[in-house]
């Protein structure tokens, strides 16, 4: 799927290929690209323009990274802002503190939305979770069939008072009924039109406000393309959507509606649909929904050795810093970040030979340690940060950091004197020296 889009994105990495740096002019080429691409696969304007923006504002910002091709860098950058705008990780279904859980489903018809409510359903059975569902179309009493049908086939119960009954009623009761009987998700199936409908709407609303849901899905076909947008945008303004179900994600050749719906809502994408079968449902992971869009099967190896050579840069970068005493309040929190990303300093401390010896007070003093260095220099303005003499000269500037971070002047003035002195072995380290040791590292 979205093969088209794919060949666009190539060359747009292609036309980058060749350079050697990321720069504003050959970035407006590859965006381009990314823009056409977009809009050829059929995503909503506005979102494909903030989309861009957001890509442009990342590249521009990016430091051209050496032993890095831009064509990767830049792969990396559109793939984590295709990651973000589709919201980052999978979010799963609410569950009520008290059962039942109430799904309600929404859509227009023809979506895929009575078979999504049998694939949720039997999705949840197989997590060892009961469901009851329950049919409120009463304007097309083959829809009611269709879901006990469904309902028969994944061995589901299914509530349902014929086509005479108010659609509001039957939702009601239907809830009672899951109470009733113990039952942990009730799921609501809808009425849907080919259009959106004021009457429709209407419905819908008085249905959520009987029975307070949990969740309320928008079912998008996927082949909507740039109406997507529209859609999700009016269910959200007129019901509140808490979610989207992505249908029909087997045969689609355009990608538009997957970063349409979260754009436009801020609610996640829940589940896809990959088929007409009732087990053709999966849990929506941008990740993978990003490398489906970027066309490439092997985008996430791509970017993840993109990544470690954006590390690997980055690190030797370090190095050359501190080598050549450059190395600033900026460099410092950065590193303060990594160390804190890599877990506790307890457990880094374990892994190192011959460390494991600090006892539980030491390490919580260096955790400690950690944290305040790192409140303090976030109080530092940018110009402070590069230029740490400033703060040795100026105790007005300490006494702000000071009140900025909740610490004394003394403690401001005592990290300023830390850092002086360890940039100034690193110093003498990076001109072959070692305080003490002359000739150690060669020199
Ligand atoms: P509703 O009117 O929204 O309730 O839509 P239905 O559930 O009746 O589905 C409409 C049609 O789409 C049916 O033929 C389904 O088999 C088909 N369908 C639903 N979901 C998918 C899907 O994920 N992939 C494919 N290929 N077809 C689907």
């Not at 849901?213 to 529209?230: R, S």
């Not at 449902?281 to 990544?307: H, N, W």
């Not at 009140?403 to 110093?427: H, I, N, P, T």
Request: hydrophobic share 40%; aromatic share 4%; net charge negative.
């Amino acid at each position: 799927m979205f093969d088209a889009l794919a060949d666009r994105l190539e060359s747009a990495w292609k036309k980058l290929r060749g350079q050697d740096k990321i720069t504003p002019a050959n970035i407006q080429d590859a965006l381009r690209e990314v823009r056409r691409a977009l809009l050829e696969a059929d995503v909503n304007l506005q979102v494909v323009k903030d989309f861009i923006a957001g890509v442009e504002a990342k590249a521009q910002g990016a430091e051209v990274i050496s032993g890095v091709r831009p064509d990767q860098q830049f792969i990396k950058i559109v793939y984590d802002e295709l990651v973000e705008v589709m919201g980052d990780t999978n979010v799963p279904l609410a569950q009520a503190e008290v059962a039942p859980t109430v799904v309600l489903m929404a859509g227009l018809q023809g979506t895929g939305k009575t078979t999504a409510t049998a694939k949720l359903a039997l999705h949840l059975k197989k997590i060892d979770r009961n469901c009851l569902l329950v049919a409120t179309d009463v304007y097309r009493p083959a829809a009611i069939d269709q879901l006990v049908t469904l309902g028969k086939q994944i061995q589901v119960p299914v509530f349902e008072m014929g086509s005479d009954a108010d659609p509001v009623e039957i939702a009601r009761r239907g809830v009672e009924q899951g109470k009733a009987e113990g039952v942990d998700t009730v799921i609501i199936d809808t009425a849907g039109r080919l259009q959106i409908d004021r009457d429709m709407m209407g419905e819908l609303a008085r249905i959520k406000e009987a029975v307070q849901p949990q969740e309320t899905l928008l079912v998008v076909d996927a082949m909507t393309g740039q109406e997507a947008a529209n859609l999700t945008r009016t269910f959200h303004e007129e019901i509140g959507i808490t979610g989207a179900i992505l249908t029909k994600l087997d045969g689609d050749s355009r990608g538009g509606a997957a970063l349409s719906v979260r754009q436009i809502s801020g609610q996640p994408i829940k589940f896809v649909g990959v088929g007409e079968k009732v087990e053709a449902l999966q849990p929506f992971y941008p990740e993978r929904m990003a490398s489906r869009i970027l066309g490439m099967g092997d985008v996430l190896t791509l970017v993840e050795k993109a990544q470690e050579e954006i590390d690997l840069a980055d690190a030797e970068q370090m190095q050359e810093k501190i080598l050549s005493a450059k190395f600033d309040f900026t460099d410092f929190l950065k590193q303060l970040r990594l160390l804190k990303n890599m877990g506790s300093l307890g457990g880094i401390i374990k892994m190192i030979p011959g460390m494991n010896k600090l006892n539980a007070d030491q390490l919580k003093q260096g955790e400690t340690q950690l944290k305040r260095c790192e409140a303090m220099i976030k109080s530092m303005t940018a110009q402070e940060r590069k230029d740490p003499d400033i703060l040795a000269s100026s105790p007005s500037r300490r006494r702000r950091i000071a009140s900025g971070s909740g610490y004394k002047e003394s403690d401001v003035a005592k990290l300023v004197s830390d850092f002086q002195k360890m940039r100034g072995l690193m110093q003498q380290m990076g001109q072959g020296g070692f305080p003490g040791m002359p000739g150690m590292f060669g020199g």
